[in-house]
């Protein structure tokens, strides 16, 4: 059996009915059935998804946005096509097509970039009119943008269907905790460990909010061209905020066990108290199914533990 490098850092989403775990070289899929059984589809990856810019720092935190981009709305395609039973005239399950999976991606991206980025200076901005300080319009800016942000996700955390989402959201997180601690990929073992997770993409959307409201307020203090240079400066600047707050992430996760880094990164574990739920028995076991399925397609063996790290 091959044996698993102790670095390796495994990461994942929650879909319809399912989870999503991606490792270094492959992603797996598990999904519930109506009928009750568990399907699995694993992919091997290549390309930007496993290159050299992954190892860059500040380049990768962009590669990883794509990527949880990219491949989540292709597992959402299959959980979705799975969950609902969607067939078409000759009985096989019906296919997203790859154009749709673009369309799809940029009208998400334009819809961050519009309501995170670019909305809050606009609000920020009516300030100006009653003579407001710089300092205090761009903190207003950031104000409205972590507002915006905080209130989405605990807006759409009161339907149900998204909420049985934060559930599998939170068994993805269980999984992940038991393969790092080196304990096996069982439903009892799973349980002993937190639902929330320092390397969540909950904790990466908000230290973003915090990276842009920095980087917003020394561009701001540099460069004062006006509204439409601050709107273009929003939207131009998301790949560097990405690669920093990516680096951030990465450093909050290696020295997690050190008290000030945990103090500093409190918010994000309390944020993830409105993203994941704590999940049923047949939920961790849909993690555990992907889990294993992307160790078996990585030649790893199911339910092969990591070295504790």
């Known amino acids: 059996m091959a ?17 999503m775990i ?3 070289e492959h992603m797996a899929v598990a999904v519930r059935h109506p009928k009750g059984h568990i399907v699995t589809y694993t992919e091997r990856l290549s390309g ?24 989540g709305m292709r597992a959402l395609n299959f959980s979705s096509r799975v969950a609902f039973e969607e067939e078409d005239e000759s009985g096989e399950p019906t296919e997203f097509p790859e154009r749709a ?15 995170f980025f670019a909305a809050p200076i606009l609000l920020a901005h009516l300030l100006e009119r009653w003579d407001v300080s710089r300092f205090w319009v761009v903190l207003a800016e950031g104000v409205v943008r972590l507002g915006l942000f905080v209130g989405y996700i605990a807006a759409i955390g009161l339907i149900p269907d998204i909420r049985r989402v934060f559930q599998y959201h939170g068994a993805e997180h269980m999984t992940i905790h038991a393969f790092e601690a080196g304990r096996p990929l069982t439903v009892d073992e799973v349980r ?10 909950t904790s990466f959307l908000l230290v973003v909010v915090f ?19 601050r709107l273009a400066s929003r939207i131009l600047l998301v790949p560097f905020i990405a690669g920093v707050s990516y680096e951030v992430l990465r450093f909050g996760a290696r020295y997690r066990e050190h008290g000030v880094v945990r103090a500093l990164f409190a918010p994000n574990i309390a944020l993830q108290a409105l993203t994941t739920k704590v999940p049923d028995d047949s939920q961790v076991e849909v ?8 160790l078996e ?13």
């Open 3 to 19: 044996t698993q490098p102790a670095q390796v850092y495994y990461g994942g989403q929650a879909v319809i009915e399912g989870v």
């Open 48 to 71: 930007i998804y496993t290159g050299r810019s992954r190892r860059i720092p500040l380049v990768r935190g962009v590669v990883v946005l794509w990527e949880t981009l990219a491949l």
């Open 22 to 24: 991606r490792g270094p």
């Open 297 to 309: 397609a990585a030649g790893l063996g199911r339910g092969s533990a990591a070295p504790a790290s």
């Open 192 to 201: 002993r460990f937190p639902k929330e997770h320092q390397r969540c993409g």
């Open 287 to 294: 993690a555990i199914a992907s889990f294993e399925a992307t």
């Open 211 to 229: 990276v842009a409201l920095v980087t917003f307020f020394v561009f701001d203090l540099l460069v004062d061209e006006g509204l439409l240079v």
């Open 101 to 115: 999976f673009l369309g799809t991606m940029l009208l998400a991206l334009v819809f961050v970039v519009g309501v």
